[in-house]
């Protein structure tokens, strides 16, 4: 689980109502879609509830209110978005209890690791009229495989954005000074770490999104991941000038020192490095690019990595660059055009479901579910606060 927040349990000593952090778990990439789903709860935990049933049982709205019950009692929470859905939850964790609850239908798949002892399924395919389904069943299948191929042409076209933007990044690396990059970073992992020793424990990692190719276009949360932090570092530079090497650097010499690193994945190239967290240093690294570029406060550490970069490189591509960079927009917006596509064909598959729950059912469920929720808590509390005695 994330690191408990300083100083208190939750903010119920102040009487206002926790910090949200907004993230997403899994990402529509070049890949396709890329899942850190192992990574929103921690070996720590003291409950997981995965919640199981078909599109538009309730299962977003089932942790939607359950944060905000925990939120209007004080703890901070973390809402994990749908990439494919912006405004519907995968899932929902509450850090400073040990609590998550997480989505386990496809295409993210959960299981319990720990039945019983942990995890536990809650379904709420039992609260449909079974009989009714049934006799949707060719429809359901029919618009279910227009939904696959929909995503399937979305990933064909974010695929094609990667290789563009690659040529971006070569074209920008003829350029470049890397040992001036090393330089960079040498000095930075210095300012950072001098009298931090290595730690004979390896610290424990998370990696995450921060941002998500959605049918709404690129959406970020960012602001909810790195204002909490007082050390805030922002990496600009152009594609191709070391912005990820540098932060990949600085999140492994944090997790040599003991610390619990998060990072934060690109959405369209999973494999590269966006932002950095260090909360035990209150620390945060972030590369301020378009769609989410950060606009440096007063007391922000700028890292330029434009510097390192040829200017005359820079005015000999400048004609390859200018319509590199509008061939790889227009194929992201014809990705989140067939995302929209998606999105679309898959309200018509909740219309096939609704109409057929019994939401009686799921209410008292979510009474239950959130009464035990809100024990666990109180156990957390207690816990904390014999410990602090």
């Known amino acids: ?17 926790g910090h949200v ?9 070049a890949q396709g879609f890329y899942s850190f789903y192992e990574y929103i709860v921690g070996p720590d935990a003291r409950r997981i509830i995965i919640i199981k049933g ?5 299962k977003s709205t089932f942790m939607r209110r359950t944060a905000d019950a925990l939120l209007e009692r004080g703890f901070d929470v973390e809402l994990h978005f749908c990439s494919s859905d912006p405004g519907s939850l995968d899932a929902v964790v509450f850090p400073q209890i040990g ?7 496809a295409p993210h798949v959960v299981d319990p690791r720990n039945p019983g002892a942990v995890d536990e399924i809650l379904h709420l395919g039992d609260f449909w009229d079974e009989p009714a389904m049934r006799a949707k069943r060719q429809k359901i299948q029919e618009v279910n495989r ?5 995503f399937e042409r979305a990933y064909r076209f974010l695929r094609a954005a990667r290789a563009v933007y690659d040529d971006i990044e070569a074209a920008n690396m003829e350029g470049m000074n890397f040992g001036l990059v090393n330089k960079i970073a040498d000095h930075l992992l210095r300012e950072l770490f001098t009298g931090i020793h290595v730690s004979p424990l390896v610290g424990r990692q998370r990696h995450l999104f921060a941002s998500a190719n959605t049918p709404k276009g690129v959406v970020h949360y960012l602001p909810t991941i790195i204002s909490p932090m007082k050390h805030r570092y922002i990496i ?21 020192r003991g610390y619990f690193v998060a990072m934060y994945h690109c959405a369209l190239n999973p494999s590269k490095i966006e932002h950095v967290v260090v909360p035990g240093m209150s620390l945060v690294l972030t590369k301020s690019i378009e769609p989410h570029a950060t606009r440096p406060g007063p007391n922000d550490r700028v890292v330029d990595m434009n510097e390192c970069l040829n200017p005359a490189t820079a005015a000999k591509h400048a004609e390859l660059l200018r319509d590199d960079h509008i061939l790889y927009d227009e194929l992201l917006q014809r990705a989140f055009g067939f995302l929209a596509g998606a999105k679309h064909a898959h309200d018509v598959l909740e219309g096939y479901y609704v109409p057929n729950m019994n939401f009686k059912g799921v209410e008292d469920l979510w009474k239950r579910t959130l009464l035990r929720i809100l024990d666990y808590a109180a156990e957390a509390k207690a816990s904390v606060i014999k410990t602090l005695e």
């Open 1 to 17: 689980m994330a690191d408990a927040a300083e100083g208190g349990f939750g903010n119920e000593s102040r009487g206002g109502p």
């Open 99 to 105: 609590v998550a609850l997480i989505d386990g239908t």
């Open 236 to 256: 600009e530079g152009e594609p191709g000038t070391g912005k990820s090497t540098l932060l990949h650097k600085v999140a492994t010499a944090a997790l040599e």
């Open 146 to 150: 227009e939904v696959g191929r929909l």
């Open 54 to 58: 078909g599109p538009g049982v309730g």
């Open 21 to 29: 952090t907004k993230v997403f778990p899994g990402n529509n990439t």
